[in-house]
């Protein structure tokens, strides 16, 4: 059984569209995220979730909105397909979010990643 | 966000040589771990360091956590083509920038 699954694979679509890729974690973690890797390999978080709560946004554009209808599940909903949107996006679960250890901010929890979703933008 | 700076960006082999990338951070590190991306993949933990000057070792790679916490090395011995991959460290939520390693056989 696959931990963490991502639907879909590939998703080819125009520019303007409005598309969903959809995550589920069957690993029982409290923890979901949602990454962002281009061309240069380069991975950016762009949310974090916490049993259905919304713990991290990093600056992304507004026409991108996660929903989480249980802590099980991260969908992240693009509205206005835009060129530049154009990458791999990647579904991730930990156990739990990251908490402040005793120096040196939060300690990282292990994340378990699913097999990504190849987005291409015409 | 709190991104730490990897180097190099790419580096290319021959099977057999020795690798290193390296990860560094303006601010102290509560833990760092180490990821994995086969080509077409999607990145694998690898590890996790937590303590000052700690050093782990998974058969051919070397991993080290800088006594001051706020670097870290990952060095894998004598390359082989299974090594081709992008190697990540990563902090909090966030990760380097990666090393992508290519293996010549």
């Known amino acids: 059984d696959t931990a963490v699954s991502q639907t879909p694979k590939y998703l080819v679509t125009q520019m303007g569209n409005d598309k969903s890729i959809k995550c589920e974690q069957n690993l029982g973690h409290d923890t979901m995220y949602w990454y962002k890797q281009d061309s240069k390999k380069f991975l950016k978080i762009m949310f974090s979730y916490n049993n259905k709560e919304l713990i991290i946004n990093e600056t992304v554009p507004n026409r991108f909105s996660p929903k989480s209808p249980d802590k099980a599940h991260l969908n992240l909903h693009i509205n206005s397909l835009e060129l530049g949107d154009s990458a791999v996006y990647f579904c991730a679960s930990s156990q739990h979010t990251p908490t402040f250890g005793t120096s040196g901010g939060a300690v990282r929890e292990t994340q378990y990643f699913g097999p990504g979703t190849r987005l291409l933008v015409l | 966000g709190q991104q730490v700076m990897q180097i190099p960006q790419y580096q290319h082999v021959q099977e057999g040589e020795d690798f290193t990338t390296y990860c560094n951070s303006s601010?102290?590190?509560?833990?760092i771990q180490w990821y994995k991306q086969r080509p077409g993949g999607h990145p694998v933990f690898l590890i996790q360091?937590?303590?000052?000057?700690e050093v782990k070792k998974q058969k051919r790679l070397t991993f080290q956590f800088g006594e001051a916490k706020k670097n870290s090395s990952l060095h894998i011995t004598a390359t082989q083509t299974t090594d081709v991959g992008t190697y990540f460290c990563?902090?909090?939520?966030?990760f380097g920038t990666g090393t992508s390693l290519t293996v010549i056989p």
């Open positions: 360091l937590v303590k000052s000057g």
């Open positions: 990563g902090n909090q939520f966030y």
């Open positions: 601010t102290t590190l509560s833990n």
